[in-house]
């Protein structure tokens, strides 16, 4: 064991000590949601695309499969329906915006048309 994890091991046994006392005093506390607390305080807040504890390279779909949710917050189908929501309003501003596009286009060779006439008239009747 290398001195930093050792070092953390120690601070785990130390959180786990407080934890536990506090857990005799209070009946409604779930151990498993205490283990994750500690582990929580002693090594920092989750980072997005890896597994805690398990190595530098195991994402969560190695470690639990394509098709589970496990690694997932709890809210993951409304969290789901709100990325859903966002993609249609993204997919509607990028239609207005083709559609704005395509009507500026439209005004501009429009008056390219109207120069090149007003062009063509001038080269046949210069002014005098």
Do not use: W
Request: glycine letters at 6%.
């Amino acid at each position: 064991m290398t001195p930093e994890a050792a070092d953390i091991m120690a601070k785990l046994r130390g959180k786990g000590v407080e934890y536990e006392a506090t857990a005799s005093t209070d009946d409604s506390t779930n151990v498993h949601e205490m283990e994750n607390q500690v582990i929580g305080d002693v090594l920092g807040p989750e980072r997005y695309g890896r597994v805690r504890c398990q190595g530098s390279f195991i994402t969560p779909t190695r470690y639990f499969g394509p098709s589970s949710s496990q690694y997932m917050p709890s809210q993951s189908q409304s969290s789901q329906a709100e990325v859903n929501r966002l993609k249609q309003q993204i997919a509607q501003f990028k239609a207005e915006v083709a559609a704005k596009e395509a009507e500026r286009e439209a005004a501009y060779q429009a008056f390219q048309n109207q120069f090149q006439e007003l062009m063509a008239m001038l080269k046949k009747n210069p002014p005098s």
